[in-house]
């Protein structure tokens, strides 16, 4: 048995760290936090000074029970958790769960998983620094207050199922005001005049008026004037300038810069960071410090003069802008810099090299240029033309990396030929292009996280799961529209001639943009304007600096828990008892069959439509709005032909065929089949015939397409692909195969390719019980038994379970039936005696 027992969050970590120490060390895993507050209930003890009541969860209890075990036999144990506020909260736990004995429990951390630096932290151990819990405490007890105190209120004001939370109503609140500031904006058109000039030698530039013109006569006037116009060099300067690198990455910039380059959400950003980092690739990536320690430093210069000489290496030190770094004093950087790529998976591999070029490219050499800036004249009107381009005269960081931008239409400054001042010019044409102002940009991940860094709002470890959760809430969704095509005029002056031409070009799209969804908007209108504290840029940016405080010593949580919840618990009251319920309702007109009001609001079930309301003697129509209808942009008729549905066809084979709209968009319905309609296709101009043609286009791709070994095979394209269904299993059909044109040889292979791949994931099949252990995703295995399924923690080795304890996993597992009671007149009577009293 170890003398040490070392542990850490995550096995890869301990898989890592295990290679660096000797046999008096074992490294175990906790699997992340063993303790939180419990699920379902609030966990705090309010009127005892804020006390949480931490549980361990049912899939953590194996886990303790297993390291409070090593434990007992260690002579020390060592609390190896990652170094910031959440790591520092898992070691707590670990220490108060294990029941540690002070004298033989030591904490340490480290930025990076080497061999030095684990020896160098066994070397320099210290205790549990309680400031940090208690920032993580106060941060996990008031973001539990928020959402328990918030959430019910809007069940009973707004709609069932939803939530709120202190940084992901503010982040839905940005995307809402964003997303009206884009609906407000009024487009202005004005026109953008470029040329092309060439000079004496024949070496052709562009240049541009600085300024546009505001009509489309003021535009053609200035075309005219230049008819037969001799042009020349007024004046020419030229700059000696240069490009600085940036600082390394901090866990927001690489967000940013993993979503531009390699187009990562911001979740699977921090997942392969995560997966680098525990391999002991890159140092820890969960930091506000743009820093880089002293050996850092040297690994930098030393690979600087090695892959490209000294002229390139100028070390250099960064200074953060925020305070309260998270603890960790570092930047993300590679562990070692003579490494320029890793032996990873593929999003690894870019993500590191990525990191590599960026912390690299910090301790480089500024890049030299001269930038010329050149006017031209023309002899018969006084507005000049500009031309700008630089030459790089040495290249310096730019060699290795160049920070990418999130301005769409920033322009690149190019190469000028030789000219000097008042050399004569030839204009081979010049342009005048109407040009749209453009509303400000939806937010994208990498945007949001930038918006919400500037503003102070949240920490690194927060940016993602907070993105992750206000998608999984239906309060923002990814656009999904290209754009829509929009005519322009533009004027082109060539050989003394002018002539005119309407073209188009595509804009307004969202594709992967965050845009608030309808539940999204009335939420947030409620929030706001009942609570205006929490929904506060500046008053959530104080509250993470109250955190910073707490970490660094400066203020007590409780205290600080005390004035925000003496504030924030009589506006929930108030609020409960008070506010008026929220539908984000809009009257758009009156039904002129009834004479009833016709309205667009938030029910139950989502956006809708109805005519009529609960007043009414009648019960109200209802009607789902289609998914790229909105309750702020439906018009008066568009809602009245939502009523039209649904829409019956005639029929086919007997079965009625009608068409309607669905919460995953408008269908042909044919019996118990149904088929989605084209994009953008409109459920009310389908006609009977193109019912049908959508029906045998069904039908035939349901047909079979071979049969093997006495079952059907059929082929079909879901979400993720082209498909094969057999014997109730599906089959992705890779780019290999021609799937239009699958051979018998194809399909046996595809499905022999599944059947191995089914084999090698079964632990055990009792196929008389029809019970099933596989291998699952992420390390766990399942149970299956029909409809039943198991999801076993990874501490359970599932090669050892028997038929016996299976059967009793899914004994508990599957809901017990109750038993049928008669119905009695007595128990009839009572039931209707319930009903009035709740009247």
Do not use: C
Not at 310 to 336: C, D, F, M, V, W
Not at 450 to 466: M, N
Not at 531 to 545: C, P, R, S
Not at 651 to 677: C, Q, T, W
């Amino acid at each position: 048995m170890a003398k040490n027992l070392v542990i850490v969050e995550s096995p890869a970590k301990a898989k890592t760290i295990e290679k660096f120490l000797g046999k008096d060390y074992k490294v175990e895993s906790s699997f992340g936090h063993i303790a939180d507050l419990p699920t379902k209930e609030l966990g705090v003890d309010v009127d005892g000074n804020f006390k949480p009541k931490y549980v361990v969860s049912k899939d953590k209890k194996d886990v303790v029970r297993k390291l409070k075990n090593l434990a007992k036999k260690s002579e020390m144990v060592w609390l190896a958790s990652d170094e910031d506020r959440e790591g520092e909260a898992i070691a707590w736990h670990l220490a108060e769960e294990l029941d540690l004995k002070e004298d033989k429990t030591k904490r340490i951390v480290f930025h990076e998983i080497t061999k030095n630096a684990i020896l160098k932290a066994i070397k320099n151990p210290r205790g549990i620094n309680y400031n940090l819990v208690n920032a993580q405490q106060a941060r996990r007890v008031l973001d539990r207050l928020v959402g328990y105190e918030l959430s019910p209120i809007l069940w009973r004001k707004v709609k069932g199922g939803l939530s709120a939370g202190r940084v992901q109503s503010v982040s839905v609140r940005l995307i809402v005001e964003r997303e009206r500031e884009i609906q407000d904006f009024e487009t202005k058109a004005s026109y953008r005049v470029d040329a092309e000039f060439s000079t004496e030698e024949g070496k052709s530039f562009k240049a541009k008026l600085p300024k546009n013109f505001d009509t489309k006569e003021e535009a053609e006037e200035f075309l005219q004037q230049n008819i037969s116009a001799n042009f020349k060099v007024a004046d020419l300067t030229k700059k000696p300038a240069k490009k600085t690198p940036a600082p390394p990455f901090t866990t927001s910039t690489l967000q940013q810069e993993a979503a531009r380059k390699l187009y990562f959400s911001v979740s699977k950003t921090m997942n392969m960071a995560q997966r680098l980092y525990e391999a002991g690739h890159i140092t820890y990536m969960r930091t506000d410090s743009v820093n880089l320690s002293d050996e850092a430093k040297q690994g930098a210069a030393h690979e600087i003069n090695h892959a490209y000489g000294e002229k390139y290496l100028k070390a250099r030190n960064y200074k953060g802008k925020s305070k309260g770094a998270q603890e960790a004093h570092e930047a993300i950087r590679p562990t070692h810099f003579e490494n320029h790529t890793v032996n990873a998976e593929r999003d690894q591999q870019r993500l590191y090299e990525l990191i590599w070029k960026r912390a690299i490219a910090s301790q480089m050499s500024d890049a030299q240029l001269e930038r010329t800036n050149v006017k031209i004249e023309a002899d018969k009107h006084d507005k000049q033309f500009t031309a700008n381009g630089e030459i790089l005269k040495f290249d310096g960081f730019l060699k290795v990396y160049l920070e990418g931008t999130d301005d769409e239409e920033e322009e690149q400054a190019g190469l000028l030929p030789a000219m000097k001042v008042s050399d004569s010019l030839q204009n081979k044409y010049i342009t005048a292009t109407e040009r749209f102002t453009r509303p400000p940009s939806r937010y994208t991940e990498a945007s949001l996280v930038k918006k919400l860094e500037e503003l102070g709002i949240g920490r690194p470890s927060t940016y993602a799961p907070t993105i992750s959760t206000i998608q999984n809430r239906k309060y923002i969704e990814k656009g999904s529209v290209d754009g829509k095509e929009r005519e322009y005029a533009k004027f082109t002056l060539k050989n003394n001639k002018v002539s005119e031409k309407t073209l188009t070009e595509m804009v307004g799209s969202d594709k992967g943009k965050l845009i608030p969804t309808d539940v999204g908007m009335v939420v947030n209108d409620f929030l706001v304007q009942h609570f205006k504290n929490i929904l506060d840029y500046n008053f959530t940016a104080k509250v993470e600096q109250d955190f910073d405080d707490i970490a660094e010593g400066n203020e007590k949580w409780t205290e600080m828990m005390n004035e925000f919840y003496n504030e924030f618990h009589p506006t929930v009251k108030d609020v409960a008892e008070n506010a008026e319920r929220e539908v984000g309702e809009r009257v758009l007109g009156k039904d002129p069959k009834t004479g009833k009001p016709v309205s667009a609001r938030l029910g139950k079930f989502g956006p809708m439509v109805q005519i009529g309301s609960v007043e009414d003697d009648e019960k109200p129509q209802f009607a789902s709005l289609g998914p790229d209808q909105t309750l702020g942009s439906i018009t008066f008729e568009e809602a009245l032909d939502l009523f039209q549905l649904p829409k019956e066809l005639g029929e086919y084979k007997g079965e009625k065929v009608e068409v309607n709209n669905g919460r995953y968009g408008p269908y042909v319905k044919f019996g118990k089949k149904y088929v989605s309609l084209e994009k953008g296709e409109d459920p009310l101009d389908v006609s009977f015939d193109r019912a049908m043609e959508l029906i045998k286009e069904k039908e035939k791709a349901d047909a079979p397409i071979y049969n093997y070994e006495d079952k059907d095979v059929q082929k079909g394209v879901g979400r993720f692909g082209p498909y094969l269904k057999w014997n109730g299993i599906f089959i992705n059909v890779n780019k290999k195969y021609d799937f239009d044109n699958l051979s018998e040889d194809d399909i046996i292979e595809l499905i022999e390719d599944k059947k191995k791949k089914e084999r090698e994931k079964l632990i055990h099949h009792w196929e008389d019980e029809g019970i099933k252990v596989e291998k699952a995703r992420w390390g766990r295995s399942k149970i299956t038994k029909g409809r039943t399924k198991i999801e076993l923690p990874k501490t359970v080795d599932a090669t050892k379970l028997t038929l016996d304890e299976v059967k009793e996993m899914i004994e508990k597992k599957a809901p017990k039936k109750k038993a049928t009671k008669k119905k009695t007149a007595t128990k009839k009577k009572t039931t209707a005696k319930k009903k009035t009293t709740k009247k």
